[in-house]
């Protein structure tokens, strides 16, 4: 072998090794959890990213922008019960098919409180769009996604109504729901 194909070989071998090192992934299913050594989820194109943020004293699941300094978190889960600090894991509940975080000690907290139901062939993903999907993959129907559970961001493709609002951070720290604005004639101050 020449000290030219050596050269190629090693340094193809080290791009493969960058490759694996920053590839993220935008799914989980269910026996494939969002671990903590995972960090975070990124949607396919690298617009959203999906993980675990500190803030007011507490822990929280959330979107935000991709690469986007300050970080602007665009959705919350859970927001206005902060997790325990243990916990670190995203994953699909195999018995009812509802997304939990998993904290340390084994305690799980819902982010979906979906009807029992098999959920053993469901995927959550982040798309592009910033909108968290839990899909039945036998029929391909979404049966619970983030944009129906908006916090204080409007994202392209969300649809507000009577049911569905946006509603402020209690404060700039603190993604507890804040006051509400008055609204009237659909338009809020």
């Known amino acids: 072998m020449s000290i030219v194909d050596k050269v190629f070989d090693e340094m193809s071998n080290r791009i493969v090794i960058m490759v694996l090192l920053s590839y993220k992934r935008d799914s989980i299913s269910v026996g494939e959890p969002l671990k903590e050594s995972d960090k975070t989820l990124l949607s396919a194109e690298r617009r959203f990213e999906l993980g675990f943020f500190d803030s007011n004293g507490g822990k929280y699941l959330g979107i935000w922008y991709y690469n986007m300094s300050p970080r602007t978190v665009v959705w919350v889960a859970r927001r206005d019960e902060a997790l325990p600090v243990s916990c670190g894991g995203v994953l699909i509940h195999e018995g009812d098919g509802n997304v939990e975080v998993e904290c340390g000690d084994g305690e ?12 053993s062939n469901r995927t959550l993903q982040l798309l592009d769009s910033g909108n968290l999907v839990l899909v039945d993959a036998s029929s391909g129907a979404r049966v619970w996604q983030s944009f129906d559970k908006p916090t204080d961001t409007f994202l392209p ?22 006051t509400t ?6 338009v809020c101050m």
Do not use: E, F, Q, Y
Not at 108 to 119: K, M, Q
Not at 157 to 177: F, H, Q
Not at 181 to 186: D, I, Q, R
């Open 157 to 178: 493709g969300m649809k507000l109504n009577d049911t569905v609002k946006l509603s402020s951070w209690m404060s700039p720290n603190n993604p507890a729901i804040g």
């Open 181 to 186: 604005p008055s609204c009237k004639s659909k």
């Open 108 to 119: 799980l907290h819902p982010v979906t409180s979906l009807a029992i139901s098999a959920g």
